[in-house]
């Protein structure tokens, strides 16, 4: 396990070896659900006091993750490299290989432009600003947000790093001043 951020939000990525006998994503998503024990025992939070439940499309999520005291957490996966980020507060986080997002998906993306990110390297923009987006939809539990919302205008502040030369990882939260 490899600590991206010591500190909430708590961040944390790891490398997966293959296993022939199960297929790329399954053993990713194992992988996660492992990775998130780790990092909430990081974290401060004890993983044996709550309930790991998934919904219809397999999404873990904590039983009453809602309720005050139930750690957030986003889990995101991607070619042998696993994310997983820690807070008390909302959070969204997705891993990608860098490379460049196909031209035909900057007319869907156009709205969340607003979205103020730091930039790592110039080639890898376009995969930052797609981790931010899909981060996004993470954050609000909808999947990619392909509608007309204005996501800048959520009070959103977005984070990425470089891991390991070739990923892109990304988490997007509130402003810690619009808890109060």
């Known amino acids: 396990m490899q600590i991206v951020s010591d500190r909430d939000p708590?961040?944390?990525v790891d490398n997966i070896l293959p296993d022939?006998?199960?297929s790329r994503y399954d053993l990713e998503h194992r992988a996660?659900?492992?990775?998130l024990s780790e990092g909430m025992t990081y974290a401060g939070y004890d993983p044996n006091r709550y309930i790991l439940c998934e919904d219809e499309r397999g999404k873990p999520y904590f039983q009453g993750m809602d309720n005050t005291g139930v750690p957030s957490?986003?889990?995101s996966h991607s070619k042998g490299i696993v994310a997983c980020a820690v807070s008390k507060r909302n959070i969204g986080c997705d891993i990608e290989k860098a490379g460049k997002v196909p031209a035909n998906l900057y007319k869907e993306l156009g709205k969340v432009r607003t979205i103020r990110t730091n930039r790592i390297i110039r080639d890898l923009e376009s995969i930052q600003f797609w981790t931010v987006y899909e981060a996004v939809g993470k954050y609000l539990?909808?999947?990619i947000p392909l509608d007309d919302t204005d996501v800048g205008a959520l009070g959103l502040i977005a984070n990425s790093w470089l891991i390991e030369e070739s990923f892109v990882l990304s988490i997007v939260r509130k402003r810690p001043e619009q808890d109060a």
């Open 141 to 143: 539990g909808t999947g």
């Open 20 to 22: 022939a006998s199960r």
């Open 10 to 12: 708590y961040v944390f």
């Open 73 to 75: 957490f986003s889990i």
């Open 32 to 35: 996660g659900i492992h990775l």
